[in-house]
């Protein structure tokens, strides 16, 4: 039995924790909120005995084995030391940094004390995902990868509000390409490699953040074009285009629904059974990973991980999208 720590008592936590109690070896056996009382009020929901407010009396706890990290993009650096310092495994959410140096530094604290670190991008793991990698050969030469992820944020009315919710603060590290432009990067470097040049634009506002952006990843044979947005909508599938015929994707983030379009006219549908709380397979890969005595998960690697950073750096360079952590 791996017993988890959470850090993070929202939305997003609740998702992992619904896809948790389905894998028989993990115990949640700590909450950690900022405040007692949200403590105590998500420790009831999931009828968990031991709450802490103090970061570093958790990270020292003998009542733990393993760190959810799903708190604000710009705590993710300091908060993952110190759990690995203290011989905790860490699950840390996308992006599992601010930038470049603080991920490189997360990675050598990781491998010095020998202890599990892995990015939680879920999409890695999926059956159906596993599934575009598995029959990718049959488009033939891939000339271009097309990814769309726009979703419109109830946050953004509160921002127009003259409010400054976490999603366009860059004090958190945060915007649309860190957000959920980071799931459009990880499927083409995983896949493809990295780029030989990238041209990217984006809408910054008024906070310092960026509201949308959109980026041409050039290869020697192929162009990867990725659109991301937290200011508008989009209903664009995403494709993979071969000479021999393309591959169509519902989600970027988490495929469900998965055809190949054939150049003859045919239609073959490679969508594999997948279960609707799909953060589980991260979950299970991660648990299988501590009970094994791996500190690298050989899906989502340091390397990926690494990349795809520094892709997003590169993106943000461009654009002049800046956030307090990189003066750190």
């Known amino acids: 039995m791996i017993r988890f720590g959470i850090i993070g008592t929202n ?66 650096h300091d908060q993952t030391l110190l759990f690995l310092q203290n011989n905790k495994s860490v699950l840390c959410e996308k992006p599992i940094a601010s930038n470049l140096k603080e991920l490189k530094n997360m990675i050598e604290v990781s491998k010095k004390n020998k202890v599990l670190l892995m990015e939680a991008l879920k999409g890695s793991f999926l059956p159906n995902y596993i599934s575009i990698k598995e029959n990718l050969y049959k488009i033939g030469k891939v000339r271009k990868y097309i990814s769309n992820f726009c979703q419109y944020s109830s946050r953004y009315d509160k921002y127009k509000n003259n409010e400054l919710p976490n999603t366009f603060n860059p004090i958190f590290s945060n915007g649309a390409l860190m957000d959920i432009g980071i799931y459009t990067i990880y499927p083409l470097i995983d896949i493809f490699g990295m780029p030989k040049n990238i041209k990217s634009e984006s809408l910054l506002l008024d906070s310092g953040v960026d509201g949308q952006g959109t980026a041409i990843l050039e290869y020697n ?108």
């Open 11 to 76: 939305f997003i936590t609740e998702r992992f924790l619904e896809a948790a109690k389905l894998i028989k070896n993990f115990k949640l056996n700590a909450v950690y909120s900022r405040t007692e009382k949200r403590a105590k009020e998500f420790a009831i929901k999931y009828d968990v005995e031991n709450i802490f407010t103090n970061l570093e009396q958790l990270s020292k706890s003998d009542l733990i084995d393993a760190i959810y990290i799903a708190s604000p993009n710009s705590l993710h």
């Open 221 to 328: 044979e192929m162009e990867g074009i990725i659109n991301y947005s937290k200011i508008s909508n989009s209903k664009l599938f995403n494709e993979i285009q071969g000479e021999k015929g393309t591959i169509l994707i519902d989600k970027i983030s988490q495929p469900s629904d998965i055809k190949i379009f054939y150049n003859d006219g045919s239609i073959e549908n490679i969508t594999k059974n997948q279960i609707d709380q799909n953060m589980y397979y991260e979950i299970e890969h991660f648990i299988n990973l501590i009970e094994n005595n791996i500190i690298e998960s050989p899906i989502n690697t340091f390397d990926l991980s690494l990349k795809v950073m520094s892709i997003i750096e590169n993106i943000r360079k461009q654009n002049s999208i800046i956030y307090p952590a990189d003066n750190k």
